[in-house]
């Protein structure tokens, strides 16, 4: 792959990975008057501006692994494989902001976010398969959704 056609792969990646991180954000209020503040919240829970910040840093992370891996060449199964499953993890993250956000329901979106963690570590195990730095790239999203879930439940517990 020329290194025009890899520069152009790995901004596209990014592009893909912030753009479809951002849907989350149609369904994400969480300002004065919302329902996010009325909740009761654990003493664990970071203030709302940290949000926006790591999750920015995790989709360019999510963005450069899937470059990592792509850049092996379609006709890879197993880049097939985990380009598919990356979307369909992708499609998890997203629909967690819809059940926690818009429909207003933790204990649904706490369930989700379980299903959203395996769909990640399976996402792992293959990306480790064609590039173990892909998969590396993405352990801080796997801790942060960890830490999500946690926080996820406490929320549901206390509310």
């Known amino acids: 792959m020329t290194k025009i056609k890899n520069g152009l792969l790995l901004i596209s990646s990014i592009v893909v990975s912030v753009g479809l991180g ?18 009761v919240k654990p003493s664990f829970n970071p203030p709302n501006w ?13 963005g450069i692994s899937l470059y ?36 207003q329901n933790p204990r649904l979106a706490f369930l989700e976010i379980i299903a959203l963690w395996l769909a990640i570590a399976a996402l792992m195990i293959n990306f480790y398969r064609v590039d173990k730095r892909a998969a590396c790239l993405l352990w801080p999203y796997l801790a942060w959704v960890t830490f999500a879930a946690f926080l996820n439940y406490a929320i549901w517990q206390l509310n």
């Open 22 to 39: 951002s849907l989350g954000t149609f369904f994400t209020q969480t300002g004065p008057g919302s329902w996010y503040e009325t909740l």
């Open 50 to 62: 940290i949000f926006g910040p790591v999750w920015t840093l995790l989709f360019i992370l999510m």
């Open 68 to 103: 990592l891996v792509w850049r092996h060449g379609w006709k890879n199964i197993l880049v097939k494989k985990g380009v598919i499953m990356f979307f369909i993890q992708f499609g998890f993250n997203i629909v967690w902001s819809y059940f926690f956000f818009t429909l």
